[in-house]
């Protein structure tokens, strides 16, 4: 795929020596920026086509211009630190714009080293830079005023992002769910209209969001996509005459030509996994080319786990290594993996994390996530090593697929893929769509629970010190949440009131676990477990939290007490002289050290002591106690289940299956819903029943009428 250069140079712009161009759509990001007359502005070029640097353009090349740059994973974020370094060197930028990473943990850290609380320490970074990468999640609360205290004025913090910074960007946007999605708007709302400034949003994502798009519309926010693909600004040339000649007219080759093979399995969680074992020498033959460099993307933690010790062993006796690179994996291991001749990892490095590999081995859940994972090969003709340069030579994809699909790809009488052909990205990218599992986007999630994130933000807005700042601010956030997320004001704040009333008759206590849960960016976990990995080389990041369900399905774990588990941390800290964040472990429902990855995965399920019937029946989201973990053979689980017993959790009970449920409604991979019984079905040999917990709970509310208008009954898929 090469992309097109722009016209011209945008007016008083240096290119770095050797760059004769920008790509187009890179001059129109900076152009729109500087157009007063758009507010939010949509790069969708495609992946590996250059969207960062048309992000940090106007903050390379212009003095006292600030941005905020939002990642989905601090992973990304991470990456995209060492990028941007590199950009001010190439800019030669002056003077130089002062960059800082802001995750929990580093914030946490800085906090504590400083003697300060967080709200000062946010401060702090956000004086002392000109550049900010963060995530959406530390964004989202600073906005919600969760760092501040009670008597603080809400504003505190996001008064200062709004004088100090002139453009937010959104990477990776398309990874988000409704909401993520409906947090970002309300806040881009509460930005408009309560700050004098005209503030600028920038989205990057190779996949538009014509929903968001619309409700930004709706809000009044004049939006302006830039879609290279439309435009015609891509070409895909076969032949090297063809090539040379787009070379020659400055356009610029963005990812190389790659051969995608793909490879039929059954559809269980451990196929691929058992598929790549038996088939190790197919992977070692990918080195038979000098210098060849690969990645082995897979959907489980505990599978990567597992493949990367036999990969290890299978691949040293050749003077080749594997590196790993998950969510359980420290920084440190993460940072080895990407030097190693192969890296086995989950959807950390499938996230935007720009690594130089010539052939890859992915399995995929979805057509989103097929395509988010091939975007990975063909962006680099080469990688340094010891200095010396080393160029691939061909670029190969192996996607680890159901049956089905290879069916509905090759084998069907209109079969839209045929052996040996060339296609076009986009052109293949559309087939990938059609044929392969698309994932539910909760359309209703934003009518039905987006408004209270908003009426949490038109509460804060009316805080007695602040409340005549912002009197004509509360009036016209109403009116355009209301009108962007089609809902109503007034049921909100019923249902608000309903939702805690209901909490305190069930426990006694102040609070409103619902709206809290509504309220959230990502959910809370009630299921999130203290880790001691003795499996971790290094000390110091032998200290992970981890969910319940992934624990009872892989792990072999041993019990120990939050005080045990602290003790050990302390003593860490203290051994290694390396601070660890101990924030995250605050909440944790239990603790416990992981001994092993266990060679199979194990069933289990959720129980109720009582009958469950009449709660689903209810048809809403619920706080409930009582619920339990029945797996055989498990000598730790009665003490979790002390513990989980006695917890009161947001959830939304089905009355199917689990299997039927995340068909039917199309769920993403790792949505929190799990099987259920109760005493009328403790031995059935398969849980008739589905729960989903928090942020799920109300996702699974917006789809519940899919059961609900058949009376529960089963449905044939």
Not at 646 to 658: A, D, I
Request: with cysteine.
């Amino acid at each position: 795929m090469f992309s097109a250069p722009a016209d011209s140079l945008p007016q008083g712009l240096a290119l770095p020596d050797g760059w004769s161009s920008l790509a187009w759509h890179q001059k129109e990001t900076l152009d729109a920026l500087n157009n007063p007359e758009i507010d939010v502005v949509f790069n969708v070029a495609m992946t590996g086509d250059g969207k960062s640097l048309a992000a940090y353009l106007k903050s390379l090349t212009k003095k006292l211009f600030s941005v905020i740059a939002l990642y989905p994973t601090n992973e990304l974020a991470r990456d995209q630190e060492s990028q941007i370094e590199n950009y001010i060197e190439l800019f030669q930028s002056k003077p130089k714009p002062r960059c800082h990473r802001l995750s929990g943990e580093l914030l946490e850290l800085y906090a504590e080293n400083e003697e300060i609380r967080k709200s000062e320490a946010i401060s702090s970074q956000l004086g002392q830079s000109e550049i900010v990468m963060s995530n959406p999640d530390i964004f989202h609360y600073i906005h919600r005023g969760a760092y501040l205290t009670p008597y603080e004025n809400r504003d505190k913090l996001w008064g200062k992002i709004g004088l100090d910074f002139d453009v937010l960007i959104f990477d990776e946007f398309h990874v988000f769910s409704a909401p993520q999605i409906s947090s970002v708007l309300n806040t881009m709302l509460l930005i408009r209209t309560t700050q004098s400034l005209n503030k600028k949003f920038l989205f990057l994502s190779a996949t538009p969001d014509h929903e968001f798009i619309e409700r930004l519309k709706i809000a009044g926010f004049r939006c302006h996509v830039i879609d290279p693909k439309e435009e015609n600004k891509y070409q895909f040339p076969v032949t090297e005459a063809d090539q040379a000649e787009l070379l020659a007219q400055n356009w610029r080759k963005v990812v190389s030509e790659i051969n995608l093979q793909f490879i039929a399995l059954e559809s269980n969680s451990r196929a691929s996994e058992s598929w790549l074992k038996e088939n190790a020498e197919q992977v070692l033959a990918q080195f038979s080319e000098s210098g060849s460099k690969g990645a082995i993307i897979l959907n489980s933690v505990a599978s990567v786990k597992r493949l990367v010790q036999f990969f290890k062993d299978y691949l040293e006796p050749h003077g080749l290594t594997a590196g790993e690179n998950t969510g359980l994996s420290s920084k440190d291991t993460k940072e080895k993996s990407l030097a190693s001749d192969l890296v086995i990892g989950t959807s950390t490095i499938d996230v935007g994390v720009d690594f130089k590999i010539n052939f890859l081995f992915f399995e995929s859940a979805d057509a989103g996530n097929f395509i988010q994972r091939l975007g990975r090969l063909g962006r680099h003709e080469g990688y340094k090593k010891n200095n010396e340069y080393i160029q691939f030579k061909s670029f190969r994809a192996y996607a680890l697929v159901p049956n089905f699909f290879t069916e509905r790809l090759f084998d069907k009488n209109d079969a839209p893929l045929t052996q040996n052909e060339f296609y076009e990205r986009p052109s293949f990218h559309d087939v990938i769509n059609t044929e392969y599992r698309s994932i539910n986007q909760f359309y209703y999630y934003y009518q039905k629970w987006g408004g209270f994130q908003s009426f949490k933000l038109l509460l804060d807005l009316k805080q007695k010190p602040i409340q005549k700042t912002y009197e004509e601010s509360v009036k016209v956030f109403a009116e355009l949440s209301q009108r962007a997320l089609n809902f109503k004001l007034g049921y909100v704040a019923h249902q608000w009131k309903k939702f805690g009333q209901e909490w305190h008759e069930l426990s006694g206590k102040q609070g409103n676990p619902v709206t809290e849960e509504a309220c959230s960016f990502r959910g809370k976990s009630d299921l999130q477990c203290g880790l001691y990995d003795l499996t971790e080389n290094h000390e110091a990041s032998s200290f992970k939290t981890y969910g319940l369900p992934g624990i009872l399905s892989n792990l072999e774990i041993e019990p120990i007490t939050e005080k045990e588990f602290r003790r050990s941390l302390d003593q860490a800290i203290k051994q290694s002289g390396q601070p660890i964040a101990k924030g995250r472990f605050n909440y944790c429902l239990a603790f416990m050290k992981l001994v092993r990855y266990r060679d199979e995965r194990l069933d289990w399920k959720f129980t109720y002591n009582g009958d469950l019937l009449d709660l689903i029946n209810r048809w809403e989201v619920q706080v409930l106690y009582g619920f339990e973990i029945w797996q055989p053979d498990n000598r730790w689980i009665s003490a979790i289940n002390k513990r989980l017993s006695k917890q009161g959790m947001v959830v939304y009970l089905l009355p199917r299956p689990v299997l039927e449920v995340r068909a039917r409604l199309q769920l993403p991979m790792h949505f929190q819903i799990y099987p259920i019984c109760d005493r009328h079905s403790w031995h059935d040999p398969k849980a008739p029943y589905s729960i989903a917990f928090g942020q799920s709970a109300l996702l699974i509310d917006t789809l519940a009428y899919y059961f609900k208008q058949d009376g529960g009954k089963a449905w044939i898929f």
